[in-house]
């Protein structure tokens, strides 16, 4: 498998830019970050995150504890995941519970100094659940530890969307992560990441994968997105 801007899977470093499936999602994706990072986002750069395989922690937090991702009184930058009221309904299935879910790492792709992964959540348990809005998504220094950097900005690519997960079934976001060769070396404190923790939208228990990258580590500082989770695992965003 290839990913348009960064070669086989697996191949390391970005090679070139061109039209990838994610065009549409390049363009409202990097909408989002700070002028800061959209002023320098000209190329492909050479900070391009380290492909491996997808290993995946299953061990969760109960609700409530452990560090939870910040909420913000900007709707476009909130990574709190349980700030996002589901609809009302007066029956039918819950809410997803991290312990029903499997966390992977989808396709990746490329363009325009900005790297995008899709996340990919799995109803592993015997029940129909329901998952709705932003997962918050940040890279953490090992699965329980630090959060890196910042949490992931919402990309208002996709609309919120109530989604009814029977067994097996799956719904994905798509993450974007901006080159670090892009961004000035003092803004972004350019640094190394391994894990990826993910808080399921409207729960505080996080599921952690794999994901060797380099990221910025400078507190505060904005590198990543992440759309609302929508349904199936397609990367035509």
Known sequence: MYSAGLGPIGSGRATQCKAT?????????????????????????????????????????????????????????????????????????????????????????????????????????????????????????????SVIGAPARRNPLIPDTLITMQPGATASALSGLVDTGALPTAQCQPGHAVWLQIYPPGDRGALFARYPAEVCTRPGEKFMTITAMHAGTSNSF
């Open 21 to 145: 499936p994610f065009k549409t999602a390049q363009r409202a994706g990097l909408a989002i970050l700070g002028a800061s990072a959209l002023a320098v986002l000209t190329g492909c750069g050479s900070g391009s995150p380290a492909a491996a395989p997808t290993v995946t922690v299953t061990t969760t937090r109960s609700a409530g504890t452990g560090p939870a991702a910040p909420a913000s009184s900007d709707p476009a930058a909130s990574t709190d995941p349980a700030a996002t009221t589901a609809p009302a309904a007066s029956t039918g299935p819950g809410t997803c519970p991290p312990s029903a879910l499997h966390v992977s790492l989808g396709d990746s792709e490329g363009a325009a100094g900005t790297f995008y992964r899709v996340i990919v959540l799995t109803n592993t348990s015997g029940s129909a659940c329901t998952l709705y809005g932003y997962p918050g998504v940040s890279f953490v220094t090992r699965p329980g530890g």
